[in-house]
């Protein structure tokens, strides 16, 4: 593979990090002027959006079949037209059903293109450069979860239609397309140079079944805390503003850890180093919910520059549990942490409903001593270390 060539893929899985960070992240910027747009409650309105993380679940979990099937290049461009008729559909319909389609259509255009992005990574990359490279491409999804939400805000400020932000969002697809041209993808399944070896060492080991509940439960942690922090910050009497201002400085950090990390990940054994960053977070997430408000701040930039790392660990450490990186195993990894995304409301909903969100983070704090517990055990089973040796000696 020439050089070009690689940073090209490269720049694609940024960019397919940066479309799906954009597309969940700006949702609650626009909610409001889409509920009004069609005359409906806010709340019945977020339901909708479900339609775009159903989208985004089922495109991850099919394409490690689809991947050997239909070539790389081919889906990504198809994504294309797929992205154009959403936005469209989005510009041009008046029905809320037109709407929730368009929404899924966007949910398996993003589901798509993060699940080709994560495999590329995974397959250009070696050892601890992987962990690092796959950090980095990370980190693109929050950028794009802080630069966004500030276009949609110039954007509704001049009183410019909320769809408008969709057509923004879909010139990041435009730049993957135009990187699709000239470009070689890594040809899968049957006709793949190295078919039959990949066959015969595809056993994938308990450690991915630790990795998988790992996934599920950092992100359902994850995302159920950060979900229920405003309100519960609100609670304690802290302004709308500083509840808020919580969440971005856990996001800011979060990004800054993702650039501190794709540097420091490459020193260390990546089991070890998830174990102890996960151990630290379930620490930090306790002292936030249970310490002084004073110090809640430091406590969440804290929480988010230490679990910055762990997810993309785990995708990491769960492709090098095979010799060769598999689609498959890659996306099942991925699969089991939107699950746990499709959950947080599911689960934390009810919870808040019936205890409060101080129960809610009290449960995510939970989820977070169980990827610490997985990780740990994990070191027992791992089969990186063996890979990793023989990936060294060639």
Request: charged share 10%; glycine share 8%.
């Amino acid at each position: 593979m020439t050089n070009s060539n690689r940073i090209k893929l490269t720049w694609i899985s940024f960019f397919s990090y940066a479309l799906t960070g954009a597309l969940v992240i700006v949702t609650g910027m626009v909610m409001g002027n889409i509920a009004d747009y069609f005359q409906l409650p806010v709340s019945s309105m977020s339901n909708t959006f479900t339609f775009l993380n159903a989208g985004i679940l089922i495109s991850i979990f099919l394409n490690a079949w689809l991947m050997e099937i239909v070539p790389l290049k081919t889906q990504l461009r198809f994504g294309f037209v797929l992205m154009v008729a959403a936005v469209a559909g989005l510009m041009l319909s008046h029905s809320i059903a037109l709407f929730s389609a368009a929404m899924f259509v966007l949910g398996l255009v993003s589901g798509i293109t993060m699940s080709i992005g994560t495999f590329l990574i995974t397959h250009m990359y070696e050892g601890r450069q992987r962990g690092a490279r796959l950090l980095f491409t990370d980190s693109f999804f929050s950028m794009a979860g802080m630069i966004f939400p500030m276009v949609a805000a110039a954007l509704l400020a001049r009183s410019i239609e909320w769809y408008w932000v969709y057509a923004c969002i879909g010139l990041v697809y435009v730049a993957i397309f135009v990187l699709t041209f000239g470009c070689e993808f890594p040809v899968l399944g049957k006709k793949a140079p190295n078919a039959t070896e990949t066959v015969a060492k595809e056993k994938w080991g308990i450690g991915v079944l630790f990795l998988s509940i790992a996934a599920l439960c950092y992100i359902l942690g994850q995302l159920g805390f950060i979900s229920w922090v405003p309100e519960y910050a609100k609670g304690l009497g802290m302004s709308l503003n500083d509840a808020g201002k919580l969440v971005s400085d856990f996001w800011m950090s979060y990004m800054f850890g993702m650039w501190a990390f794709s540097f420091i990940l490459r020193f260390f054994d990546l089991q070890r180093i998830l174990t102890v960053l996960a151990g630290a977070a379930t620490v930090l997430m306790y002292l936030f919910i249970n310490g002084s408000p004073d110090h809640m701040p430091w406590f969440i930039l804290t929480l988010g520059f230490f679990s910055s790392a762990i997810y993309t660990s785990i995708i990491t450490l769960g492709s090098l549990q095979t010799k060769v990186a598999s689609p498959k195993l890659v996306n099942f990894v991925l699969t089991c942490g939107t699950i746990g995304t499709m959950l947080t409301f599911v689960v934390t909903g009810p919870i808040v409903a019936h205890s409060g969100p101080l129960a809610a983070l009290h449960t995510a704090n939970v989820l977070y001593a169980v990827v610490f517990v997985m990780c740990l055990v994990l070191g027992f089973v791992t089969r990186h270390r063996q890979h990793n040796a023989t990936a060294a000696s060639h």
